[in-house]
């Protein structure tokens, strides 16, 4: 605007351009927007900017020298200023919600002090709340001086805009794994608006010369953030939904809730109204013996499919014919399938009994050694009790790992519960930290029991205080022997850590080939 300021054309043909842009914008808002309510209020938002730039228009062409009209007319870029922004806002509430999705009621108060604003921006010359008067100056001229009002409404559409890009932010999915360019797609709207605006701002919006009228490129901006949301992935939309049904190899149709088609296959029934009432009713009507129409309901419409059941019929009647011949056989198989299952669950429970014995296999022998003896003291008993507990835990953790593939860190704080509590009554002081971020594998928890009865073992059960702490790695601390503690071998991918302390070793339990801790 303003290159042909003699050409009575221009503005119109400006206002033409301008509209085919807005008409297009809504074309994609109706066609591409999934979201009804999303489409409601973009739509609002583009009424709103097609009405402000018909303003414009009405200005450039007719106005240009009635400055009383004139003036009065600037005012509805307050109008626009207020309802684009909020438009926009509520339109991003619905961002990947279903139909069914209403936003607070709360949101909608916002319409008052919209409303209220636009109001006093047009009754503005009875109290100056936008523009102030400078009593030199001759009235009415077109010098608008922002006064306190023009600051609430720019702070108003800042603050609607900010809060439109947390909201397309956090519902878009954009924290995630999504690609940097993705990530950054909401915040391209407060840059193009800063970037289209600060030439405008240097020159204190007094321009001669623009390519764009400046309202008009603010507009065209927040159109064209909108559509990079939907280029990037970020709103949801329609597209090319005729094709696939025209292509459907299942004859695929979707109609109107008055049953008038609206896209459908090549190799689609006609429904007739015969039909079109039995589907309603019942959600299918065979067609032929071999094939047979389903319909699904959807929002605004319903969705009708072919099931071609011939390959089906033709493999009942297959399996019909040879139902006999295997019934017979799946009886005789169940009886051969019973016997060797048997036979199986016999020798898995008597390898299951043999690596069990094999595994306590010491401490049996252990038990029976105290057990042999003519006359037990106390603290014989209380080491049976202690052995016995041990067998009993471990044998049963290793029966659920059989069983299930793994072990519940429960069962591993019940056993060393167990443990601790037999400990006492040897005059062991015990104290059990059991804290581990996750859950621990089988090997390692069975490990962590055999460590704990080898290291009680080695110390012949003659302890003061045991410390047990499992988290990351397990810990056991023990006082009060003087036997030295050798590590054994890795095991299982574990292996044992001694370190020696002021009152007895420092035990760590950690994978092979791991730091140790400092």
């Not at 793994?406 to 059991?434: G, H, V, W, Y």
Request: glycine share 4%; aromatic share 14%.
């Amino acid at each position: 605007m303003r290159y042909w300021p003699w050409d009575f054309l221009r503005p119109y043909i400006v206002w033409v351009v301008y509209l085919l842009l807005l008409f297009d914008w809504q074309r994609v808002i109706h066609t591409k927007i999934t979201q009804k309510r999303m489409r409601v209020n973009l739509t609002a938002q583009n009424v709103v900017s097609i009405l402000y730039l018909t303003v414009r228009f009405v200005q450039d062409a007719f106005l240009y020298i009635n400055v009383s009209w004139m003036r009065f007319t600037g005012y509805f870029i307050v109008t626009a200023v207020v309802f684009i922004p909020l438009f926009g806002l509520y339109a991003s509430f619905y961002l990947g919600k279903g139909e069914d999705y209403r936003i607070n009621r709360r949101w909608l108060l916002l319409l008052i002090p919209a409303c209220l604003l636009s109001v006093l921006a047009l009754t503005d010359d009875l109290r100056h709340f936008f523009f102030y008067i400078v009593p030199e100056e001759a009235q009415p001229n077109l010098y608008f001086h922002p006064y306190i009002g023009i600051g609430i409404v720019y702070i108003w559409a800042l603050s609607m805009i900010v809060y439109q890009i947390y909201v397309i932010y956090r519902r878009s999915g954009t924290a995630g794994s999504a690609p940097f360019y993705r990530k950054l797609a909401p915040f391209y709207e407060p840059v193009f608006l800063l970037l289209f605006s600060l030439p405008y701002a240097a020159t204190a919006y007094v321009v001669r010369f623009e390519l764009v009228e400046f309202s008009a490129g603010l507009i065209f901006i927040l159109v064209l953030c909108w559509n990079l949301y939907i280029l990037t992935g970020l709103i949801p939309i329609n597209t090319q939904y005729g094709e696939v049904f025209q292509r459907s190899t299942v004859a695929m149709q979707f109609l109107s809730p008055d049953g008038e088609a609206i896209a459908l296959s090549e190799t689609a029934v006609e429904i007739t109204p015969a039909m079109w009432e039995a589907l309603r009713w019942e959600q299918q009507y065979p067609i032929t013996e071999d094939s047979i129409l389903n319909l699904h309901q959807l929002p605004g419409g319903y969705m009708i499919w072919q099931t071609d059941l011939s390959q089906l019929h033709q493999t009942l009647r297959e399996l019909q014919s040879l139902y006999g011949e295997l019934e017979e056989k799946r009886n005789l198989l169940a009886q051969e399938i019973r016997v060797r299952s048997d036979e199986a669950s016999v020798q898995a429970r008597n390898d299951i009994y043999d690596k069990l014995s094999s595994e306590v296999s010491v401490q049996l022998a252990l038990l029976t050694s105290l057990l042999s003896k003519e006359t037990l003291s106390v603290d014989d008993w209380n080491r049976v009790c202690l052995i016995g507990t041990y067998i009993k835990r471990f044998c049963n953790l290793q029966l659920t790992c059989q069983e299930r593939q793994m072990i519940p860190n429960e069962d591993l704080a019940i056993s060393l519960q167990d443990m601790a509590k037999c400990l006492e009554n040897l005059n062991i002081r015990t104290s059990l930290d059991f804290c581990p971020p996750q859950e621990l594998g089988p090997r390692l928890i069975l490990l962590i029991m055999k460590t704990l009865e080898a290291i009680l073992e080695e110390a012949d059960f003659h302890l003061v205080s045991l410390t047990i702490r499992v988290d990351n790695i397990a810990c056991f601390e023990i006082t009060g022997t003087d036997k030295e503690f050798v590590p054994p071998s890795p095991e299982d991918g574990y292996r044992l850590l001694a370190e020696k302390t002021q009152d007895g070793y420092r035990l760590l339990l950690l994978p092979e080939g791991g730091a140790d801790p400092s």
